[in-house]
């Protein structure tokens, strides 16, 4: 089973980064759960969302204690709560921040040890949809890394949870997703 936990503020698409991953794991013929865990619901307080996908019936409930990967929609998070405790020794982590892997890794050496990728989601957000939600963008890192969902699975999910926008909205996302991916093979 491959369990993930993804932290981010309110506004940045937390949940909908959960419910993506869900429904492309769906569309792939896997089991899956996606579910957030937050307060407030207002704009810039921290979120929180769980995804677990498997090729056999997730019997578990409750929220993810121990990720296969963790997801930094924000990186002031790790200011706001004790993030990097209690990560398994094989946990990946995915950071969006203009730093450098190296750079973030000095600056915490509790996660020295692990996988960490830092990619620039914002900056890709703003280059192809002009607005800072990177939460699509760090979806194609993701499958880049780990090739968990397929992009033909991630596109029709992508279609499905932004059905609302428009489709020139929907594609840009798509196409920055796409970008990123394309980012771990150069790494």
């Given at each position: 089973?491959?369990?993930?936990?993804?932290?981010?503020?309110?506004?940045?698409?937390?949940?909908?980064?959960?419910?993506?991953?869900?429904?492309?794991?769906?569309?792939?013929?896997?089991?899956a759960q996606d579910f957030p865990l937050y307060g407030a619901a207002r704009r810039g307080a921290p979120v929180m969302a769980f995804v677990r996908i498997d090729d056999e019936p997730i019997l578990m409930r409750g929220h993810v204690?121990?990720?296969?990967?963790?997801?930094?929609?924000?990186?002031?998070?790790?200011?706001?709560?004790?993030?990097?405790?209690?990560?398994?020794?094989?946990?990946?982590?995915?950071?969006?921040?203009?730093?450098?892997?190296?750079?973030?890794?000095?600056?915490?050496?509790?996660?020295?040890?692990?996988?960490?990728?830092?990619?620039?989601?914002?900056?890709?957000?703003?280059?192809?949809?002009?607005?800072?939600?990177?939460?699509?963008?760090?979806?194609?890192?993701?499958?880049?890394?780990?090739?968990?969902?397929?992009?033909?699975?991630?596109?029709?999910?992508?279609?499905?949870?932004?059905?609302?926008?428009?489709?020139?909205?929907?594609?840009?996302?798509?196409?920055?997703?796409?970008?990123?991916?394309?980012?771990?093979?150069?790494?």
């Amino acid at each position: 089973m491959l369990e993930i936990t993804i932290h981010g503020r309110g506004g940045q698409g937390v949940v909908v980064t959960s419910r993506i991953l869900g429904t492309a794991a769906l569309y792939d013929g896997l089991y899956a759960q996606d579910f957030p865990l937050y307060g407030a619901a207002r704009r810039g307080a921290p979120v929180m969302a769980f995804v677990r996908i498997d090729d056999e019936p997730i019997l578990m409930r409750g929220h993810v204690a121990k990720p296969d990967i963790l997801i930094l929609l924000d990186e002031s998070i790790i200011g706001v709560k004790d993030i990097f405790s209690d990560l398994p020794d094989d946990c990946t982590i995915i950071i969006n921040t203009t730093r450098n892997t190296g750079d973030f890794k000095d600056a915490h050496p509790e996660i020295s040890d692990r996988n960490v990728y830092c990619v620039d989601g914002t900056g890709l957000a703003l280059e192809y949809l002009k607005k800072p939600i990177p939460n699509v963008v760090i979806i194609g890192f993701l499958i880049g890394i780990t090739k968990s969902i397929t992009v033909d699975a991630f596109k029709k999910a992508v279609r499905d949870e932004l059905g609302k926008y428009s489709e020139d909205v929907i594609n840009k996302n798509i196409e920055g997703a796409l970008k990123a991916c394309e980012l771990v093979a150069w790494r």
